[in-house]
C-alpha cells in the first residue's frame, strides 16, 4: 500500500487550500480513511475521517471549516480547508486501515510521507 500526499503549502490566514493523498495497492472493500495533523512539538491528532460507507468524521476545531471526501474511484482522498487559522500549521498525513478504530487507536494502518501546511 503506498499513500502520496500533495498540496501543502504556505497560506495566510482566512485563505484555503485543498490536500490530496493517492492512495494504490489496498485491495479491501471495507475501509476508514482518514487526514492527521502534527503540529511543531505536539502529538499528531485526527482531524477527519470518511469509512468505505461514506460517513465521515471531524474533530470539533475543524467542523464547518474542514472537508473530506473521496473520488469515486476511491483512489484519491482529498481535505478542503476553508478559512484557516494559525492553528491549522503543521504536517498533515493521510492513512488508510480496514476500519476507523484501527485506523485512530491502533497500529496497523498505512501512513503516508505528510504534507507540510503553513499559516501565516
Known amino acids: 500500500v503506498q499513500l502520496v500526499e500533495s498540496g501543502g503549502g504556505s497560506v495566510q490566514a482566512g485563505g484555503s487550500l485543498r490536500l490530496s493523498c493517492a492512495a494504490s495497492?489496498?485491495?479491501?472493500?471495507?475501509?476508514?480513511m482518514g487526514w492527521f495533523r502534527q503540529a511543531p512539538g505536539k502529538e499528531r491528532e485526527g482531524v477527519a475521517s470518511?469509512?468505505?460507507?461514506?460517513?465521515?468524521t471531524y474533530k470539533d476545531s475543524v467542523k464547518g471549516r474542514f472537508i473530506i471526501s473521496v473520488d469515486n474511484s476511491k483512489t484519491t482522498l482529498y481535505l478542503q480547508i476553508s478559512n484557516v487559522t494559525l492553528e491549522d500549521t503543521g504536517t498533515y498525513y493521510c492513512?488508510?486501515?480496514?476500519?476507523?478504530?484501527?485506523?485512530?487507536?491502533?497500529?496497523?494502518?498505512?501512513w503516508g510521507q505528510g504534507t507540510q501546511v503553513t499559516v501565516s
Open positions: 495497492g489496498y485491495l479491501h472493500s471495507s475501509y476508514c
Open positions: 492513512g488508510l486501515d480496514r476500519g476507523c478504530a484501527s485506523l485512530f487507536y491502533g497500529d496497523s494502518g498505512h
Open positions: 470518511i469509512g468505505s460507507d461514506g460517513t465521515t
